[in-house]
Nanobody, 126 residues
Framework: QVQAVETGGGLVEAGGSLRLSCAAS????????MAWFRQAPGKEREGVAA???????TYADSVKGRFTISKDNDRNTLYLEMYNLKPEDPAMYYC????????????????????WGQGTQVTVSS
């Protein structure tokens, strides 16, 4: 049963841009997608960006000023706009969802999220 579907990944030149989307599926009344994580080969998964119920955002230092997270509540879709992509950005990008906004206290604590997408690959050529 698919819980969330990420799209928008691909190959882009360094300095280029991509827009990722994450659409929740199934019973979306109990599925709130609120964060993006990424995992590069040989590295642990890391938090990239998160957005709160009322729109507050937080970013990893490595992407501040280059990535923007947003959400469309009507469509239950989460976005990640990535600008000025760098050689260190390639990874599989995942969206993370919870059953309630209140269940996530620490944005980068993976065990606080209940649903994950299958990931979308971002590749940056130098």
């Amino acid at each position: 049963q698919v819980q969330a579907v990420e799209t928008g990944g691909g190959l882009v030149e360094a300095g280029g841009s991509l827009r990722l989307s994450c659409a929740a599926s199934g019973d979306t009344s109990t599925r709130y997608c609120m964060a993006w994580f990424r995992q590069a080969p040989g590295k642990e998964r890391e938090g990239v960006a998160a957005i709160g119920q009322y729109g507050s955002t937080t970013y990893a230092d490595s992407v501040k000023g280059r990535f923007t997270i947003s959400k469309d509540n009507d469509r239950n879709t989460l976005y990640l706009e990535m600008y000025n992509l760098k050689p260190e950005d390639p990874a599989m990008y995942y969206c993370a969802c919870a059953t309630d906004w209140a269940t996530v206290v620490a944005w980068w604590a993976e065990d606080e999220y209940t649903y994950w997408g299958q990931g979308t690959q971002v590749t940056v050529s130098s």
